[in-house]
C-alpha cells in the first residue's frame, strides 16, 4: 500500500513524501533520489524492498511536488531529512541514497550518526579528482556530431521544452552501458523527471566545493553505522575505480554490478533486487 502526504518544515517549505509498505515497521528505508534538481525518479528500487521494511522517498525542495523558492544549501538539505524523520516519527532510518543522494546521505550521517541504522550508497559519493576522467568517457561515447549538438544546447539561455529534453537525452544516455537502450531510456528520463532546478544543482555545487567531502573522510569513517556498502554499475562512466578507491578509504565493501551504468537497476534489475533485499534483511533484522 502507498500513502502520499505533505510535510511542512520549519522555515515552511513544504516536502512531499510518499511511503510504502506498512509505516508501522521501524526501522523504515529512507531513499534519497540524485541530481541535485531532478524529482525522486527511485519508484521501481523502492518497489524491489517494500515488502521488508517500509520505504519512504521524497521530493526534495524546489523539486517535484515539494513547490519551494530559494536559496539552496547542503545543510538546509540535511535539515530537511531530519524534519522529515520526526514527521514518520522514526528515531532512526536505512539510508539508501543514489548519485547525489549518497552525498546527501554521508552528510547527514556527518550531522546525525545517531538517526542512521544503515546506509547503501550506490553509485556514490564520487571524491577526488574524478571528473576528467568522466568526462573523457562520457566523451567516448558520444558520436562528434552529438557532442558538438549537446555543446551548442548548453550555451541556449532559454531552451524550448523540446530543447532541454535533447540536452537531457544527449547528457544521460552515455550513463548506460548498452548505448541504445540507454538513449531510451534517457529520452524517458528526460520528460519524466522534470522540471530540473538548476539553479539548486548550481547552488550545492558550490556548496560542495566550499566543503568538500573528500576532506571529511576520516570523520565519515568514525561516524558510519556498522552495516555501510558502496555499490556501483561496471559501466558507470565515472570511474568505478574512484569509488574503489573510496572504499579502500572508508574500510567498506564495494558491489560491482557488471554490464551495467549509472542507474543499474535499469539494466541488472535482477542482480540489483537481490542486493537491495540482502542488505535490506540484515538492516532491519528481518
Known amino acids: 500500500m502507498e500513502t502520499r502526504g505533505l510535510a511542512s518544515m520549519t522555515d515552511g517549505a513544504r516536502l512531499s513524501w510518499t511511503a510504502l509498505g506498512d509505516r508501522a515497521r521501524k526501522p523504515p528505508v529512507v531513499m534519497l533520489h540524485g541530481g541535485p534538481g531532478l524529482p525522486d525518479y527511485l519508484g521501481e528500487v523502492a518497489a524491489m524492498v517494500g515488502d521488508l521494511a517500509p520505504v519512504y522517498r521524497y521530493d526534495q525542495r524546489g523539486t517535484g511536488l515539494s513547490a ?11 535539515d530537511d531529512l531530519a524534519e522529515l524523520l520526526d514527521t514518520w516519527d522514526a528515531a532512526r532510518a536505512v539510508l539508501i541514497g543514489h548519485s547525489y543522494g ?8 556527518l550531522a546525525h550518526p545517531d538517526r542512521v541504522a544503515a546506509m547503501l550508497l550506490m553509485c556514490g559519493p564520487f ?3 574524478w571528473r576528467p576522467g568522466y568526462r573523457a568517457e562520457r566523451g567516448r561515447r558520444m558520436a562528434a556530431a552529438q557532442q558538438a549538438r ?4 548548453e550555451e541556449v539561455p532559454d531552451r524550448t521544452e523540446e530543447q532541454e529534453v535533447e540536452l537531457l ?4 544516455f552515455t550513463d548506460h552501458a548498452d548505448p ?19 539553479a539548486m544543482n548550481a547552488e550545492l555545487g558550490g556548496d560542495g566545493r566550499a566543503d568538500p567531502l573528500d576532506e571529511r573522510l576520516d570523520e565519515l569513517r568514525a561516524c558510519l553505522p556498522a552495516r555501510t556498502e558502496l555499490l556501483g554499475g561496471a559501466e558507470d562512466p565515472r570511474p568505478v575505480s574512484a569509488l574503489a578507491s573510496l572504499a579502500l578509504r572508508l574500510d567498506l565493501p564495494l558491489t560491482r554490478i557488471e554490464d551495467a551504468g549509472h542507474e543499474p537497476w535499469l539494466e ?3 542482480a540489483v533486487r537481490a542486493h537491495l533485499r540482502r542488505f535490506v534483511r540484515g538492516a532491519v533484522g528481518g
Open 68 to 78: 519551494w523558492r530559494g536559496r539552496h544549501s547542503l545543510a538546509r538539505h540535511v
Open 102 to 109: 549518497t552525498d546527501l546521505a554521508s552528510r547527514f550521517c
Open 127 to 129: 571524491v577526488g579528482d
Open 150 to 153: 549537446y555543446q551548442a544546447l
Open 169 to 172: 537525452t544527449l547528457a544521460w
Open 180 to 198: 541504445e537502450r540507454g538513449w531510451d531510456w534517457a529520452a524517458q528520463g528526460a520528460r519524466r523527471r522534470r522540471p530540473v532546478n538548476w
Open 268 to 270: 541488472q534489475p535482477d
